[in-house]
T-cell receptor, first 113, second 115 residues
Framework: SQKIEQNSEALNIQEGKTATLTCNYTNYSPAYLQWYRQDPGRGPVFLLLIRENEKEKRKERLKVTFDTTLKQSLFHITASQPADSATYLC????????????FGKGTTLSVSS | GAVVSQHPSRVICKSGTSVKIECRSLDFQATTMFWYRQFPKQSLMLMAT?????????EQGVEKDKFLINHASLTLSTLTVTSAHPEDSSFYIC???????????FGPGTRLLVL
């Protein structure tokens, strides 16, 4: 069966450390993968997109890797801050147009000062 | 850029009534808009895809006669929950895609509570 899993439901880290979130999938062949941030009671906010032929993407303190052999994406936040506390969603685009997104349940990150 | 708004942000209604939710792309034209539903601690589930000027495409298990979608212009899509029941209570989120991008931009969501 097709599955997308974000391994940790919750992750607690101290300010200044690097947060690493995992997204694994089975029986999908995604064209690309996206990461979103969702705050309580709000819609998701787009963060990064990484394509199947890209190994790594960076944006400021964010880094995403994509391993299509392992069927896994890692999302890193370096020098984490309390303001980074939120739920982070990974989403697989299962068609090139990006009109079919499959979301994971998310990992809720808490950064303590 | 790429801002999507939704109205209302929160609505409480009685069982059996209909509720309309609006989704607008504020600074771009969106040929395609999407409607999702999210239950607590669950992932976003796509309900339907709407293209401007044509009928919406509904995902399996979503009743098209219950969830009416209208995409009358390139900046506005509406979702009407007809004859709402308590089990329809959820967080409804729309998204829109600018024409040449592969990214969906999401609205802030509408919390629906049916009593």
């Amino acid at each position: 069966s097709q599955k997308i899993e974000q391994n940790s439901e919750a992750l607690n880290i101290q300010e200044g450390k690097t947060a690493t979130l995992t997204c694994n999938y089975t029986n999908y062949s995604p064209a690309y993968l996206q990461w979103y941030r969702q705050d309580p009671g709000r819609g998701p906010v787009f963060l990064l997109l990484i394509r199947e032929n890209e190994k790594e993407k960076r944006k400021e303190r964010l880094k995403v890797t994509f391993d299509t052999t392992l069927k896994q994406s890692l999302f890193h936040i370096t020098a984490s801050q309390p303001a980074d506390s939120a739920t982070y969603l990974c989403a697989l685009a299962v068609n090139q147009a990006g009109t079919a997104l499959i979301f994971g349940k998310g990992t809720t990150l808490s950064v303590s000062s | 850029g790429a801002v999507v708004s939704q109205h209302p942000s929160r609505v409480i209604c009685k069982s059996g009534t209909s509720v309309k939710i609006e989704c607008r792309s504020l600074d771009f034209q969106a040929t395609t808009m999407f409607w999702y539903r999210q239950f607590p601690k669950q992932s976003l589930m796509l309900m339907a895809t709407s293209n401007e000027g044509s009928k919406a495409t509904y995902e399996q298990g979503v009743e098209k006669d219950k969830f009416l979608i209208n995409h009358a212009s390139l900046t506005l899509s509406t979702l009407t929950v007809t004859s709402a029941h308590p089990e329809d209570s959820s967080f409804y989120i729309c998204s829109a895609m600018p024409g040449r991008e592969e990214t969906q931009y999401f609205g802030p969501g509408t919390r629906l509570l049916v009593l």
